[in-house]
């Protein structure tokens, strides 16, 4: 099991940037795919970005592709989502997930995902 902990959200206007950080603890870490996900009220939750285990090889939605950039640092136990040229309807509670299904490219199925962190409220204005 991993334990996630998001940060990073906050407000910030159309066109700018945000890095989300998840922090990760227990031993599987290293060895779990992750992912981003995101759910905006009255949506459903939507795959975002993932990595393999060994950040090998990455996978995003089409529509934060060229704009999003999701990285891992095993040694730091961190994943990030670098988030740029932000959009209002990227507006939504970003979500850290971790999954033990080793998929290449990493699964967007959320129900594949068996930790998940608390959530980052991300807002963007126009």
Same mark, same amino acid.
């Given at each position: 099991?991993?334990?996630?902990?998001?940060?990073?959200?906050?407000?910030?206007?159309?066109?700018?940037?945000?890095?989300? &950080?998840?922090?990760?603890?227990?031993?599987?870490?290293?060895? &779990?795919?992750?992912?981003? $996900?995101?759910?905006?009220?009255?949506?459903?939750?939507? $795959?975002?970005?993932?990595?393999?285990?060994?950040?090998?090889?990455?996978? #995003?939605?089409?529509?934060?592709?060229?704009? $999003?950039?999701?990285?891992?640092?095993?040694?730091?136990?961190?994943?990030?989502?670098?988030?740029? &040229?932000?959009?209002?309807?990227?507006?939504?509670? #970003? #979500?850290?997930?971790?999954?033990?299904?080793?998929?290449?490219?990493?699964?967007?199925?959320?129900?594949?995902?068996?930790?998940?962190?608390?959530?980052?409220?991300?807002?963007? &204005?126009?």
């Amino acid at each position: 099991q991993v334990q996630l902990v998001e940060s990073g959200g906050g407000l910030v206007q159309a066109g700018g940037s945000l890095r989300l &950080s998840c922090d990760a603890s227990g031993r599987t870490f290293s060895t &779990s795919n992750m992912g981003w $996900f995101r759910q905006a009220p009255g949506k459903e939750r939507e $795959f975002v970005a993932g990595i393999t285990w060994s950040g090998g090889t990455t996978s #995003y939605a089409n529509s934060v592709k060229g704009r $999003f950039t999701i990285s891992r640092d095993n040694a730091k136990n961190t994943v990030s989502l670098q988030m740029n &040229s932000l959009k209002p309807e990227d507006s939504a509670v #970003y #979500y850290c997930a971790a999954t033990r299904v080793l998929r290449v490219p990493p699964t967007a199925r959320s129900n594949e995902y068996a930790d998940w962190g608390q959530g980052t409220q991300v807002t963007v &204005s126009s």
